[in-house]
Nanobody
Framework: VQLVESGGGLVQPGGSLRLSCAAS????????MKWYRQTPGKEREMVAL????????DYADSVKGRFTISRDNAKNTVILQMNNLNPEDTAVYYC?????????WGQGTQVTVSS
């Protein structure tokens, strides 16, 4: 099982980034996919989720209207489009696959929002 995040980096406030998570080694289309983020000294926070078929999404209040999660089950990929970023969005972002009691994590990608 492997989840590989990419797309992080340094961006100015108000800018955008597109995070990708490539999955392999499990039946991607049957898992709920989530994005989490974590900053030093804080608990990991769920940012967005998308159901297995992509028909339903949910977001943390702090990112609603700015972030969009999507998935392509044919390509085993989940995307987090992040717009209008602010310094409070600075964190390591993690991709998570969840089904019943199974949970897989990626290694994370750093997002830094700074001028």
């Amino acid at each position: 099982v492997q989840l590989v995040e990419s797309g992080g980096g340094l961006v100015q406030p108000g800018g955008s980034l597109r995070l990708s998570c490539a999955a392999s080694g499990f039946t991607f289309s049957s898992y709920v996919m989530k994005w989490y983020r974590q900053t030093p000294g804080k608990e990991r926070e769920m940012v967005a989720l998308i159901t297995s078929g992509g028909g339903s999404t949910d977001y943390a209040d702090s990112v609603k209207g700015r972030f969009t999660i999507s998935r392509d089950n044919a390509k085993n990929t989940v995307i987090l489009q992040m717009n209008n970023l602010n310094p409070e969005d600075t964190a390591v972002y993690y991709c998570n696959a969840r089904k019943y009691n199974l949970s897989y994590w990626g290694q994370g990608t750093q997002v830094t929002v700074s001028s």
